[in-house]
């Protein structure tokens, strides 16, 4: 078989993750720093020209949420609009390290890569 071997060249440097710079990663770094934040904020300080960046970043708080990682604080920042009720606030309870939590869509839980522990979604 020509000599080739799966796994490809055993002395190429092998690239960062992928996911080292994706928008889950940055906005994990967003939420480490801060201590209460909206969905806005994060998108502010994570977003890069990535389409519906904001979508996703309320999706990840979503599962974030279900799982404990995140929790929803009492009362909300004044909205833009006057007919507006406002933006829910958030704050990060499970620190648990520098990487972000990989969710696991088949499963409905993440795995924390910090830890190596798994944490349902409810």
Not at 15 to 30: E, I, T
Not at 34 to 61: C, H, M, N, Q, S
Request: charged letters at 35%.
């Amino acid at each position: 078989r020509d000599g080739l071997k799966s796994g490809g060249d055993p002395h190429k440097v092998r690239k960062a993750p992928v996911y080292a710079d994706s928008l889950r990663q940055r906005s994990w770094r967003a939420m480490r720093l801060a201590t209460r934040f909206t969905v806005a904020d994060i998108a502010r300080a994570a977003l890069r020209d990535e389409k519906d960046g904001e979508d996703a970043i309320r999706r990840f708080f979503t599962a974030l949420t279900a799982a404990e990682y995140l929790v929803e604080r009492h009362g909300r920042v004044e909205g833009t609009a006057p007919s507006s009720p406002g933006f829910k606030v958030w704050q990060l309870v499970r620190d648990t390290g520098e990487l972000a939590p990989r969710y696991v869509q088949a499963g409905k839980h993440f795995v924390d890569r910090n830890t190596r522990e798994v944490f349902p979604c409810r």
